[in-house]
Structures are given as C-alpha cells and as structure tokens.
C-alpha cells in the first residue's frame, strides 16, 4: 500500500483546511486509516483515525470537536477536515495504514505511511 497525502498549505487560526490521502492496491477497505502529526522538535501525535466501516472516529483530546476523519472506500481516499485551527495545529500532517491495529492512537501499529503535508496556521 502507498499512501500519498496533500492537502496542507498556510491557513489564518480560526480557518479551516481539509486533508486528502489516496491509497493504492488493493483491500483499502481492510485498513484502520489514522493521521498523525508531528510539529518541529516535538514527538509525533495522534490525530484522528477511522476504523473499516468508516462509521467511528478517535481522536486526539487536542483536536475533539475541531477535526473530523471520514473515509471513501469508493475512491480509497481518508479525509481530514480541520476547522477552527489553532497556532498549535502547525505541523507535518501524515496519513497512516493498518490491518491489525488494536491501539488506535499508538504510531507502531500502522504498517504504512504517507510522506506528510505541511499545515501551517498563522496568527
């Protein structure tokens, strides 16, 4: 599985911005999709992710509330919409992929990753 995520750009906090991560191969279905994000001399965090269904979101306690995950099977797509961000929200933004994820939130559960997009949220 590659997973390629764009979307980020520079957004005004208070703004909003969605995130977009394509799959390729097969079975996309089969995947717990997650996003994480890791800001500048900071260890990376869970954002969001959304189980097989698609019906369920997790996410972070920082971004409740705020962020929505969403999945289209269809077009093997994972979707993060971000609104009302916040200066804090600033990081590299990466897409995640897993069969066998028990603990959502826990990065060494995913078996694949995207190459990250950039968000960066100014005063």
């Known amino acids: 599985v590659q997973l390629q995520a764009y979307g980020g750009g520079l957004v005004q906090a208070g703004g909003s911005l969605r995130l977009s991560c394509v799959a390729s191969g097969s079975y996309f279905f089969d995947y717990v999709m997650g996003w994480f994000r890791q800001a500048p001399g900071k260890e990376r965090e869970f954002v969001a992710a959304?189980?097989?269904?698609?019906?369920?979101?997790y996410y972070g306690d920082s971004v409740k509330g705020r962020f929505t995950i969403a999945r289209d099977n269809a077009k093997n797509t994972v979707y993060l919409q971000m609104n009302d961000l916040k200066l804090d929200d600033t990081a590299v933004y990466y897409c995640?992929?897993?069969?066998?994820?028990?603990?959502?939130?826990?990065?060494?559960?995913?078996?694949?990753w995207g190459q990250g997009t950039l968000v960066t949220v100014s005063s």
């Open positions: 959304i189980i097989l269904s698609g019906n369920s979101g």
């Open positions: 995640a992929a897993g069969i066998h994820v028990v603990g959502v939130s826990l990065s060494r559960e995913y078996d694949y």
